[in-house]
């Protein structure tokens, strides 16, 4: 049976994601087909070595990830954002263990992913409940429009960043808002936009699939050279070198 084509972004919907930098939630899959992307996950985690395994490129090596970075039901909505041809140059599991003292401080991606001109969005897709109990995503409405804040490398014990980066001006937690989604709903967030989230004090594994996609015509600004996955569309600009697109065998 073909899939219902329908627009997944309205026009009000497209109208916040460029004034408030965000949009929240959208719905990509059934409770059935969550339930089943989550354990196909839980799976690949508990069988992971190291957790640092989850960032960076991970569905280049989970066959579950690597299918729903082609997911028609998350790139639609990315696709009416960001334009009909795209890239993802990275993917990360966020993963928060019951009573986990881990935390993601508030930092914006762009100060560090030196990516022109801001085409650029992640999909952060929940596979489990996303709720402020189990520190759901927080996001600053608005911060995008704004130069990018000033970030340091604070290092703080359980600051699940990669680099340890955190913005250095206070925000009030008034101005913030907790993005909490179901299973299989995700939302949407520009590059520039200041996020965080908070530890998890429940019971249960909490599980955050962020996926980072560019337009094809955006450009590493770098020095060193950037890989990423045709997902849809045609790469005109071959700004990236191309990863592999072989479908891994279903885990």
Request: net charge negative.
């Amino acid at each position: 049976m073909a899939r219902e084509t329908r627009p997944h972004v309205n026009e009000q919907q497209r109208t916040a994601f460029t004034n408030d930098g965000f949009v929240a939630p959208l719905d990509v899959m059934n409770a059935a087909e969550a339930g089943e992307y989550r354990r196909r996950v839980d799976e690949y985690i508990d069988a992971a070595p190291h957790r640092h395994q989850l960032r960076t490129k991970v569905h280049l090596d989970c066959p579950a990830l690597h299918e729903l970075v082609h997911h028609p039901a998350i790139l639609d909505p990315v696709s009416e954002v960001l334009g009909p041809d795209l890239l993802c140059r990275s993917s990360s599991l966020f993963v928060k263990e019951p009573r986990d003292d881990t935390f993601v401080a508030w930092h914006q991606d762009a100060a560090y992913w030196e990516l022109d001109p801001p085409a650029v969005a992640t999909a952060w897709v929940a596979l489990t409940p996303s709720t402020a109990a189990n520190g759901a995503l927080r996001v600053l409405p608005r911060s995008h429009l704004r130069p990018l804040m000033v970030h340091e490398l604070t290092k703080q014990p359980g600051n699940l960043l990669t680099r340890g980066q955190e913005i250095t001006e206070v925000i009030d937690d008034a101005d913030a808002v907790t993005l909490e989604l179901a299973p299989g709903q995700m939302s949407l967030h520009d590059f520039r936009l200041a996020h965080a989230s908070a530890p998890n004090d429940t019971e249960a594994r909490r599980v955050g699939y962020a996926i980072r996609y560019v337009a094809a015509h955006v450009r590493n600004t770098g020095t060193r050279r950037d890989s990423a996955l045709l997902v849809r569309g045609v790469d005109r600009f071959h700004h990236f070198d191309d990863e592999p697109d072989h479908r891994v065998s279903r885990a």
